[in-house]
Nanobody, 125 residues
């Protein structure tokens, strides 16, 4: 099995920055894809960003493309989401997810087999 544990969420003001972390442990895969999604109550889960582990290729939602950056640390088996210039509409529970074989669409939640519990991000205006 795979365990994903997020951290780094919190309460910030609009314009501030946060860096989320997701530590992966357990079973390993040769070239997984890691993604970040977010969800607010009453709305569907929304794709934020993804990264293919080996190549470092990244994908972003249009709404965050110029403000967020996804990265990974191979040694720490950790994926990060650097969020800059946060806006109130970025407030959500952010979850990381793992696609073991990098086969599916990066922006589809159905692609990912393993999920973390999520970390809350709150942005005040």
């Amino acid at each position: 099995q795979v365990q994903l544990v997020e951290s780094g969420g919190g309460l910030v003001q609009a314009g501030d920055s946060l860096r989320l972390s997701c530590v992966a442990s357990g079973r390993t895969f040769s070239n997984p894809k890691m993604g970040w999604f977010r969800q607010v109550p009453g709305k569907e889960r929304e794709f934020v960003a993804a990264i293919r582990w080996n190549s470092g290729q990244t994908w972003y939602a249009d709404s965050v493309k110029d403000r967020f950056a996804i990265s990974r640390d191979n040694a720490k088996t950790t994926v990060y989401l650097q969020m800059n210039n946060l806006k109130p509409e970025d407030a959500a529970v952010y979850s990381c997810a793992l696609d073991p074989y990098s086969r599916g669409s990066s922006d589809s939640s159905r692609t990912y087999l393993y999920w973390g519990q999520g970390t809350q991000v709150t942005v005040s205006s």
